[in-house]
């Protein structure tokens, strides 16, 4: 099926296909615009009933076309994606790379509040645990005076503001001070697999009174 609506003077048609992708228990959801461009598709987990953005490596990987390839095994079901560039992929839980691309892997988690939002907070301390056996992890604190403010803090290329250890790693002080706090946790290199089991955060609410200004309660968050 597709969507079809105008900007100004400009006509947009936008397929939309839904798909099963039965390896990763969920269905994918793409937009490919008319003009070329980098498309944002989804995958919804039916595990964790998330959403997930994906972006492929370039606009020629769009997806124009979707089909389910429905064998006898269920290691045989795959979906098909007939891409912009004349190709047929698929989505490969085993690869690295993105048709040769590494590939950006990341969760953003939160937000956070400290319940008043008239009250700004201090996010004083992170400590992640996660897979013993797995790799360094990057993250990245986004935060602003609203949820959307705090999005917009994202940088344009994820070079994150530290970093968790494998396993259950020291505790980091960011000290960053808003109102919203989310964060950005994953990794840039094509060839580590990882896994996050909770990340402990610390946020110590900010009060003025009398010309003063004072911390007045600290509270810990699970993250996950």
Do not use: C
């Amino acid at each position: 099926m597709s969507r079809e609506y105008q900007v100004g003077s400009v006509f947009v048609n936008e397929p939309v296909d839904l798909g099963n992708e039965f390896q990763l228990g969920g269905i994918f959801f793409s937009l490919t615009a008319v003009t070329p461009a980098n498309a944002n598709n989804w995958f919804f987990d039916a595990r964790s009933k998330g959403w997930f953005k994906d972006v492929f490596a370039s606009a020629d990987h769009n997806p124009m076309s979707l089909v389910v390839f429905d064998g006898d095994s269920p290691d045989d079901r795959v979906l098909l994606i007939g891409s912009e560039d004349g190709y047929v992929r698929k989505i490969d839980s085993s690869v690295v790379t993105d048709d040769g691309t590494a590939i950006e892997s990341f969760v953003i988690l939160g937000p956070l509040s400290g319940g008043d939002t008239t009250i700004p907070l201090i996010l004083s301390e992170l400590q992640a645990h996660t897979d013993p056996d797995g790799n360094t992890l990057t993250y990245e604190v986004l935060i602003g005076d609203t949820p959307e403010a705090a999005l917009d803090t994202e940088a344009a290329t994820f070079s994150g503001d530290g970093t968790f250890e494998a396993g259950m790693s020291f505790v980091d002080q960011p000290r960053e001070r808003g109102y919203y706090v989310y964060l950005k946790v994953g990794t840039t290199d094509a060839s580590a697999a990882w896994a996050l089991e909770k990340i402990r955060a610390k946020l110590s609410l900010v009060r003025t009174g009398k010309g003063r200004t004072r911390v007045s309660e600290t509270l810990a968050y699970p993250l996950t």
